[in-house]
C-alpha cells in the first residue's frame, strides 16, 4: 500500500541515513501539486472566514456593516450571551432538536436497513421510495409539511377531526408546546433515509456464516442480532450517528422557513438564532461571538468525529 | 440445514415461527415507514393539481374531484409574469449546479487519488482538515464569506455561489472518490508503468475508467448539494433575475401565501429534477456514500 511513489521511495532506501522531516517534504513535492488545488479553495473559504469572525466577536459593530467603525469592547460580546436568558433557551432546543432528530432518524433508519435486508418483490421499488425525502430540497420539503400542519386547511388536523380526537384542527406549528417535535417530525422524514443508506451497506458486510453457525448453535433472531449482527455494526454507527448528529446540530432550513423560530424563540436553535442576530438585527459582533462558541462546541465534537473516522482508516490499513 | 431438520423436526417449526414473527413485524413496519415517506410527496402532488378553492375547502378532499392543471401552466408560461419567473429561477439552478458539479469534479480527482496512493508528510492532517469542513455549519462562514465577496465584487454574482458550494461539496466528494480509489489495486497502475506508461497516461487510461461509477456519484452528489442548497443563495443574491429556485420560491409565495396550489406545484416542480437524476443513477450513488464509511 505504500510503496507507489517509486523514485522517491528508490532514493530513500539508498540513502537510509538521511531521512529528516523537510527532506521527506521535499521528496514528495509532486504530490502535493495534486492536492493544491483543492486546499486552496478550502483556505480561502475556510481560513479567512475564521480569522474574522473571532476578531469581530470582540467588537461592538454599528448596523449595515460600516465596519470601520467599530469598536474594541474585549469580551463584553461573550458576557452578554452567557447572561441572557434567550441563549439559555435556544441552548435546550439545540440539544432536544439535535438529540430527539439524530435518536429517531437513526433508529428508524436502522430499523428500515433490516427490514428491507432480506429479498422480497418490490424491494428495490420500496427502497426508492424510502429514500427519496433525503433528496428532495429542505425548502420544498418544508413548504409541504408546512401546508400538511396549516391550521385550517391543513390534513393531519382533518384527520384528527374526522376521527373524533380534536374538536377544531390543532395549530401544530404556532404553539409553543407543539412546534418543535412538529419539526423534529419534518426533519427525521428527511434523515432517516440517509442511516437506512448507511445500515443497510453495513448489513452487507456481515458474514453470512457467522449467522448461520449462530443459527445451529440454537441462537434466536434476537440473540443473533444481538450477538453477531450489531457487534459488526459498531464502526458504521458510530459513523452514521456522528454525522447525523452534526448535520442536525447545523440544520437551518426546516425551522427557518416553517416558523422563523417563532412563536416567541419556541424553534431557534443556535444556528437560526446566529442568522436572525447577524442579517435581522444587525448584531454582527454578538452573531461572531456566537459563532466562535459554536465553533468551540464543534470542535469538541469534531475530536471525535475525526477519531471515528481514523478508527476506520486505521482499519482499512490493516485489512 | 438438512440434517438439521432431519434430526429435529419441531425445532424446526418452532423456529420458523419466531421467524415468520420477526418477518411480519419488519412488513407492517416498512408499511409504516411507505405512509410516513409517501403520504406527504401524494398529498403535495394531490393539492397541486386543486384549484384555489378545492385547496381551502374543509374537511380537505383526498384527491381533487375536478383535477386541473392550471397550476403548472402558470408557472410555465413564459408569457406571464409568474412563469417568466419561475423559468429564470429554474435556468439559474440549472446554471450554477451545472457549473459547480464540473468544477467540483476537476479538483476533487487529482486531490482524492493523492490522499489514497501518496503517502506525504502532512497527508492525515490534510485529510481530516478537509473532512472537518463539514462540520461547520454555512451560518460560521456567511458573515466573513459575505463581506469577502463584496470586497471582491462577487455579491450578487452566481459566482460567488460556485465558489462557496464547491467548498462544502468538495470534502465529501474527496472523501467520496478516495473510497474508489483505494478499493482500485496499485498493482494496475504498476503493470502498466512497467509496460513504459507515464503515471499521468496509467491515470487516464488505467484509473480514470475503473473510478468512472465514483465520478458519477460525485456529480450527482455535488449537483444535488448545489441544486438545494438556500443559505448562501438567500444571503448572497438580492436581485431578482439572479435568483435560484430554493430562495426564489420563497420571495415569490412570502406575497401570496394562500396559494397553495401554486406552491406546491412549484416545490414538485423543484424536485423532480433531482429526484430523476437520484432514481437513475442510485446504485452509483448509494454505493458511493456508503464505500468511505463501511470498508468490506
Same mark, same amino acid.
Given at each position: 500500500?505504500?510503496?507507489?511513489?517509486?523514485?522517491?521511495?528508490?532514493?530513500?532506501?539508498?540513502?537510509?541515513?538521511?531521512?529528516?522531516?523537510?527532506?521527506? =517534504?521535499?521528496?514528495?513535492?509532486?504530490?502535493?501539486?495534486?492536492?493544491?488545488?483543492?486546499?486552496?479553495?478550502?483556505?480561502?473559504?475556510?481560513?479567512?472566514?475564521?480569522?474574522?469572525?473571532?476578531?469581530?466577536?470582540?467588537?461592538?459593530?454599528?448596523?449595515?456593516?460600516?465596519?470601520?467603525?467599530?469598536?474594541?469592547?474585549?469580551?463584553?460580546?461573550?458576557?452578554?450571551?452567557?447572561?441572557?436568558?434567550?441563549?439559555? @433557551?435556544?441552548?435546550?432546543?439545540?440539544?432536544?432538536?439535535?438529540?430527539?432528530?439524530?435518536?429517531?432518524? &437513526?433508529?428508524?433508519?436502522?430499523?428500515?436497513?433490516?427490514?428491507?435486508?432480506?429479498?422480497?418483490?418490490?424491494?428495490? #421499488?420500496?427502497?426508492?421510495?424510502?429514500?427519496?425525502?433525503?433528496?428532495?430540497?429542505? #425548502?420544498?420539503?418544508?413548504?409541504?409539511?408546512?401546508?400538511?400542519?396549516?391550521?385550517?386547511?391543513?390534513?393531519?388536523?382533518?384527520?384528527?377531526?374526522?376521527?373524533?380526537?380534536?374538536?377544531?384542527?390543532?395549530?401544530?406549528?404556532?404553539?409553543?408546546?407543539?412546534?418543535?417535535?412538529?419539526?423534529?417530525?419534518?426533519?427525521?422524514?428527511?434523515?432517516?433515509?440517509?442511516?437506512?443508506?448507511?445500515?443497510?451497506?453495513?448489513?452487507?458486510?456481515?458474514?453470512?456464516?457467522?449467522?448461520?453457525?449462530? +443459527?445451529?448453535?440454537?441462537?434466536?433472531?434476537?440473540?443473533?442480532?444481538?450477538?453477531? %449482527?450489531?457487534?459488526?455494526?459498531?464502526?458504521?454507527? %458510530?459513523?452514521?450517528?456522528?454525522?447525523?448528529?452534526?448535520?442536525?446540530?447545523?440544520?437551518?432550513?426546516?425551522?427557518?422557513?416553517?416558523?422563523?423560530?417563532?412563536?416567541?424563540?419556541?424553534?431557534?436553535?443556535?444556528?437560526?438564532? =446566529?442568522?436572525?442576530?447577524?442579517?435581522?438585527?444587525?448584531?454582527?459582533?454578538?452573531?461572531?461571538?456566537?459563532?466562535?462558541?459554536?465553533?468551540?462546541?464543534?470542535?469538541?465534537?469534531?475530536?471525535?468525529?475525526?477519531?471515528?473516522?481514523?478508527?476506520?482508516?486505521?482499519?482499512?490499513?490493516?485489512? | 440445514?438438512?440434517?438439521?431438520?432431519?434430526?429435529?423436526?419441531?425445532?424446526?417449526?418452532?423456529?420458523?415461527?419466531? =421467524?415468520?414473527?420477526?418477518?411480519?413485524?419488519?412488513?407492517?413496519?416498512?408499511?409504516?415507514?411507505?405512509?410516513?415517506?409517501?403520504?406527504?410527496?401524494?398529498?403535495?402532488?394531490?393539492?397541486?393539481?386543486?384549484?384555489?378553492?378545492?385547496?381551502?375547502?374543509?374537511?380537505?378532499?383526498?384527491?381533487?374531484?375536478?383535477?386541473?392543471?392550471?397550476?403548472?401552466?402558470?408557472?410555465?408560461?413564459?408569457?406571464?409574469?409568474?412563469?417568466?419567473?419561475?423559468?429564470?429561477?429554474?435556468?439559474?439552478?440549472?446554471?450554477?449546479? %451545472?457549473?459547480?458539479?464540473?468544477?467540483?469534479?476537476?479538483?476533487?480527482?487529482?486531490?482524492?487519488?493523492?490522499?489514497?496512493?501518496?503517502?506525504?508528510?502532512?497527508?492525515?492532517?490534510?485529510?481530516?482538515?478537509?473532512?472537518?469542513?463539514?462540520? &461547520?455549519?454555512?451560518?460560521?462562514?456567511?458573515?466573513?464569506?459575505?463581506?469577502?465577496?463584496?470586497?471582491?465584487?462577487?455579491?450578487?454574482?452566481?459566482?460567488?455561489?460556485?465558489?462557496?458550494?464547491?467548498?462544502?461539496?468538495?470534502?465529501?466528494?474527496?472523501?467520496?472518490? @478516495?473510497?474508489?480509489?483505494?478499493?482500485?489495486?496499485?498493482?494496475?497502475?504498476?503493470?502498466?508503468?512497467?509496460?513504459?506508461?507515464?503515471?499521468?497516461?496509467?491515470?487516464?487510461?488505467? #484509473?480514470?475508467?475503473?473510478?468512472?461509477?465514483?465520478?458519477?456519484?460525485?456529480?450527482?452528489?455535488?449537483?444535488?448539494?448545489?441544486?438545494?442548497?438556500?443559505?448562501?443563495?438567500?444571503?448572497?443574491?438580492?436581485?431578482? +433575475?439572479?435568483?435560484?429556485?430554493?430562495?426564489?420560491?420563497?420571495?415569490?409565495?412570502?406575497?401570496? %401565501?394562500?396559494?397553495?396550489?401554486?406552491?406546491?406545484?412549484?416545490?414538485?416542480?423543484?424536485?423532480?429534477?433531482?429526484?430523476?437524476?437520484?432514481? #437513475?443513477?442510485?446504485?452509483?450513488?448509494?454505493?458511493?456514500?456508503? +464505500?468511505?464509511?463501511? @470498508?468490506?
Amino acid at each position: 500500500m505504500t510503496i507507489v511513489t517509486g523514485k522517491a521511495e528508490a532514493r530513500r532506501r539508498l540513502q537510509p541515513g538521511r531521512s529528516g522531516a523537510l527532506r521527506k =517534504i521535499w521528496e514528495h513535492r509532486a504530490d502535493y501539486g495534486y492536492v493544491l488545488p483543492a486546499i486552496a479553495v478550502m483556505l480561502i473559504v475556510i481560513a479567512y472566514p475564521i480569522y474574522y469572525t473571532v476578531e469581530l466577536s470582540f467588537f461592538k459593530t454599528p448596523p449595515g456593516l460600516q465596519l470601520r467603525d467599530k469598536i474594541f469592547i474585549g469580551f463584553d460580546n461573550y458576557a452578554a450571551i452567557l447572561t441572557s436568558e434567550v441563549f439559555w @433557551k435556544v441552548t435546550l432546543n439545540t440539544l432536544i432538536w439535535t438529540i430527539g432528530s439524530t435518536f429517531f432518524s &437513526f433508529v428508524l433508519g436502522f430499523a428500515a436497513a433490516l427490514a428491507l435486508h432480506r429479498d422480497f418483490v418490490g424491494r428495490g #421499488v420500496l427502497r426508492a421510495i424510502l429514500i427519496i425525502p433525503w433528496v428532495i430540497s429542505a #425548502v420544498a420539503a418544508s413548504y409541504i409539511w408546512k401546508w400538511i400542519y396549516h391550521s385550517d386547511f391543513g390534513i393531519i388536523g382533518a384527520v384528527l377531526v374526522g376521527l373524533g380526537l380534536a374538536d377544531r384542527p390543532p395549530n401544530f406549528i404556532d404553539n409553543v408546546s407543539t412546534v418543535l417535535p412538529s419539526l423534529i417530525v419534518v426533519n427525521i422524514w428527511r434523515e432517516f433515509p440517509f442511516a437506512m443508506i448507511m445500515m443497510m451497506a453495513g448489513l452487507q458486510t456481515v458474514p453470512d456464516q457467522l449467522l448461520r453457525a449462530a +443459527e445451529v448453535d440454537g441462537a434466536n433472531a434476537w440473540q443473533r442480532f444481538w450477538h453477531v %449482527t450489531f457487534p459488526h455494526l459498531r464502526n458504521v454507527s %458510530t459513523v452514521t450517528i456522528l454525522l447525523l448528529a452534526v448535520a442536525n446540530f447545523n440544520s437551518f432550513i426546516i425551522p427557518w422557513i416553517m416558523t422563523g423560530g417563532g412563536p416567541s424563540n419556541a424553534s431557534h436553535i443556535w444556528i437560526t438564532h =446566529i442568522y436572525e442576530l447577524a442579517f435581522g438585527r444587525q448584531r454582527w459582533g454578538v452573531a461572531s461571538a456566537y459563532s466562535v462558541l459554536l465553533f468551540l462546541m464543534l470542535m469538541t465534537l469534531g475530536y471525535f468525529y475525526v477519531r471515528a473516522l481514523a478508527g476506520n482508516e486505521r482499519k482499512e490499513g490493516s485489512a | 440445514m438438512s440434517t438439521l431438520a432431519e434430526t429435529a423436526p419441531r425445532g424446526r417449526t418452532r423456529r420458523r415461527m419466531r =421467524i415468520d414473527g420477526w418477518r411480519w413485524s419488519g412488513r407492517i413496519f416498512l408499511v409504516f415507514m411507505l405512509l410516513y415517506t409517501a403520504l406527504p410527496m401524494i398529498w403535495m402532488l394531490s393539492t397541486s393539481i386543486k384549484s384555489g378553492f378545492a385547496a381551502t375547502q374543509f374537511p380537505p378532499q383526498w384527491w381533487p374531484d375536478e383535477p386541473t392543471l392550471a397550476s403548472y401552466q402558470k408557472l410555465l408560461d413564459p408569457q406571464n409574469s409568474v412563469g417568466q419567473d419561475f423559468l429564470r429561477f429554474f435556468w439559474n439552478s440549472l446554471f450554477v449546479s %451545472t457549473v459547480t458539479t464540473i468544477l467540483s469534479v476537476i479538483v476533487a480527482v487529482p486531490a482524492a487519488y493523492a490522499f489514497s496512493r501518496f503517502r506525504f508528510p502532512g497527508r492525515n492532517f490534510l485529510f481530516f482538515t478537509v473532512l472537518l469542513r463539514n462540520m &461547520f455549519p454555512a451560518v460560521i462562514f456567511l458573515v466573513p464569506l459575505f463581506i469577502l465577496m463584496r470586497a471582491i465584487g462577487l455579491v450578487n454574482t452566481h459566482g460567488s455561489l460556485v465558489l462557496t458550494y464547491l467548498t462544502f461539496g468538495l470534502p465529501l466528494a474527496i472523501w467520496l472518490l @478516495k473510497g474508489f480509489y483505494d478499493n482500485i489495486p496499485v498493482q494496475l497502475e504498476q503493470a502498466a508503468r512497467i509496460d513504459g506508461a507515464t503515471r499521468f497516461q496509467a491515470f487516464i487510461l488505467i #484509473v480514470m475508467p475503473l473510478s468512472t461509477p465514483g465520478i458519477i456519484a460525485t456529480a450527482i452528489y455535488s449537483f444535488i448539494g448545489a441544486w438545494n442548497e438556500y443559505i448562501y443563495a438567500y444571503t448572497f443574491l438580492s436581485k431578482n +433575475e439572479q435568483l435560484t429556485l430554493p430562495v426564489g420560491i420563497q420571495r415569490f409565495f412570502s406575497e401570496n %401565501t394562500t396559494d397553495f396550489p401554486g406552491l406546491m406545484a412549484a416545490s414538485f416542480m423543484m424536485s423532480v429534477p433531482v429526484v430523476v437524476l437520484f432514481l #437513475v443513477l442510485q446504485r452509483y450513488f448509494v454505493r458511493a456514500l456508503t +464505500e468511505g464509511a463501511v @470498508k468490506h
